[in-house]
């Protein structure tokens, strides 16, 4: 019961994390893939940026709240929840941020001739995307199946411009 009231309270910091690891990650990799760099470039950068960005939105998220809690209490600002903590707020963000950020470069650990690897990866990007909007009604209320599309054509959205912008570079090297 205690998991579940914390994981509610926090679902802000799972939700930033968990979108923007994936949409991060996936960028890297349609970006990687629309200039034609190979699969070692997409490991060791995505891999890099995986843990680099989610330390780094981690950071920004304590540093954040702890700031946001300071105001409140220095203004005399009676909030009517309990103070986030920002240890726990940043753990929340970080951990989402890589596991769901880690889902764009599994295909490309078991990458063969024989399927189109970054096919696979935008269609577990895309499936992951959505259920990420799905599940975060079950804290908040609301349309699973809204929810989850947003997420998606968010995140989509995001991705295909990088694509676009690597492979738009591609043609000048």
Do not use: H
């Not at 579940?4 to 949409?23: M, Q, T």
Request: glycine share 10%.
């Amino acid at each position: 019961m205690k998991t579940v009231i914390l994981l509610k309270r926090y679902i802000k910091d799972l939700v930033y994390g968990a979108n923007d690891g994936i949409v991060t990650t996936f960028a890297i990799v349609a970006s990687i893939e629309g200039a034609e760099l190979g699969t070692a470039a997409i490991l060791i950068v995505g891999f890099a940026s995986l843990f680099a960005d989610g330390f780094s939105m981690a950071s920004s998220n304590f540093l954040s709240n702890k700031a946001e809690n300071a105001r409140k209490a220095n203004n005399g600002i009676a909030s009517n929840t309990e103070k986030e903590n920002p240890k726990i707020a940043a753990l929340f963000t970080f951990i989402a941020f890589v596991l769901i950020g880690l889902i764009p470069l599994i295909p490309y650990f078991f990458k063969t001739d024989n399927y189109n690897t970054f096919l696979l990866s935008c269609i577990a990007t895309a499936i992951a995307l959505f259920g990420s909007g799905a599940l975060r009604t079950k804290a908040t209320g609301g349309s699973a199946l809204r929810a989850g599309t947003e997420m998606l054509l968010i995140g989509g959205s995001a991705a295909s411009v990088a694509y676009f912008i690597g492979n738009f570079l591609e043609q000048w090297k």
